[in-house]
């Protein structure tokens, strides 16, 4: 039997479509639910009673709560959902592949989008190398994402509509054997609230001598993005460097992990002198508002004057500052709508924070 296990935080807009796409399935659905402050679990207890709730007094991040799910399931195989998944296939299906290949610890099934589209760079990667770690930190994937080492480590070579055994599935979605993720401990909780949780798991499963299986005759669809909706701008910088540095302590030697911490400092400077032009459109825009008149406005008069954006900054109310970086779409949905985008300002702080975590160390 499939034990499903979820993490939700601040999940209740998502659930429900992950929740009805498995009432069918027959298999046990254990959730447990981070202190959601939006009443996830207050709506999960009432509208899918069958669900096995777990509410955590507080955010105990991914893998803690993934731990904690598994240890309360009773399936000889975890499978490990995000809320924002959907399931188009049958999970019995998905056991038997297990079942077919003894020799398979884990399988992924493909993930589309909305559109039905392959989330191909996504779905599935191979297990980092420090020039990935390194060409991700200086920006050069996003800069020339056909180069070499994109196309090895996003998997941009591999045929995603065969099977095939593979390094490092989207933990996502992620179906593991009991035994063996029991066997290798489980997710390491020291990675936290989330972020290469996954990576290190299937690592640690692979060192076992295991193999791990794309699966995409079964097809699951995937929002991406939920998890980091509700993080700020400078805590998911300093959540995905601070996991990386642990993940590179962890199985690469101290000199890689030097190699990897100069070029932390070194993107963290290249993103600090992108920001400068938006940082200096700014500062002219608040250096050419007037000053306050101070006049006396009767007190019924002020409070029936309708607020203008006139007296603000430009970046205030312009959804495209000249001379900053342009967010992508899939960006601008994590982040919020483009008000909500972080000011230049913002992101240098987030920058030079998680510059700090080179001389910190990773906790």
């Known amino acids: 039997m499939i034990s499903v ?32 402050a939006d009443g996830t679990s207050d709506w999960v207890r009432h509208a899918f ?29 975890l499978l490990f959902l995000n809320p924002d998944v959907v399931c188009h296939g049958s999970l019995a299906s998905l056991e038997q592949v297990l079942i077919n290949f003894p020799d398979v610890v884990a399988l992924a099934p493909k993930l589309v989008d909305s559109e039905g589209r392959t989330q191909i760079g996504f779905n599935i990667r191979r297990l980092p190398t420090p020039a990935a770690l390194i060409f991700e930190i200086l920006l050069l994937n996003r800069l020339f994402p056909r180069n070499t080492v994109n196309r090895n480590y996003r998997c941009l070579d591999l045929n995603h509509d065969l099977p ?37 798991l299937c690592l640690r499963l692979r060192r076992q001598g295991g193999k791990i299986l794309f699966w995409p005759e079964i097809c699951f669809q995937h929002a991406g993005g939920h998890s980091v909706e ?8 300093v959540y995905w460097y601070r996991n990386l540095l642990y993940y590179v302590q962890k199985h690469f030697p101290w000199k890689t ?48 004057v309708a607020p203008t954006t006139a007296h603000l900054p430009r970046r205030a109310v312009s959804r495209n500052l000249p001379g900053t970086p342009a ?10 709508s483009p008000a909500t985008a972080p000011a230049p300002s913002e992101r240098v702080r987030a920058y030079l924070k998680a510059a700090k975590l080179c001389f910190l160390g990773w906790k």
């Open 5 to 36: 296990i979820i993490v939700t935080y601040n999940s209740r807009d998502h659930i429900g479509h992950c929740l009805e796409s498995l009432k069918n399935s027959g298999q046990e659905i254990v959730l447990v639910d981070n202190a959601s």
């Open 49 to 77: 009673s069958t669900v096995k709730l777990i509410a955590a007094p507080k955010n105990l991040g991914f893998a803690a709560a993934a731990n904690l799910g598994a240890r309360h399931s009773s399936g000889t195989a």
């Open 164 to 200: 095939a055994e593979v390094e490092q599935p989207a933990g996502a979605c992620l179906l593991v054997r009991r035994e063996s993720f029991e066997g290798c401990g489980g997710f390491d909780e020291g990675f936290f609230p989330l972020w290469f949780e996954d990576v290190d």
């Open 230 to 237: 509700s993080l700020t701008f400078s805590e998911r910088q």
């Open 257 to 304: 992990g030097v190699m990897i911490r100069v070029a932390l400092l070194c993107g963290a400077g290249l993103r600090v002198v992108a920001e400068l032009p938006g940082l200096f459109t700014v500062w002219q825009d608040r250096s050419r508002e007037p000053a306050p008149t101070h006049r006396n406005v009767p007190e019924s008069q002020s409070s029936s």
């Open 327 to 336: 967010f992508t779409p899939a960006q601008l949905n994590a982040l919020g």
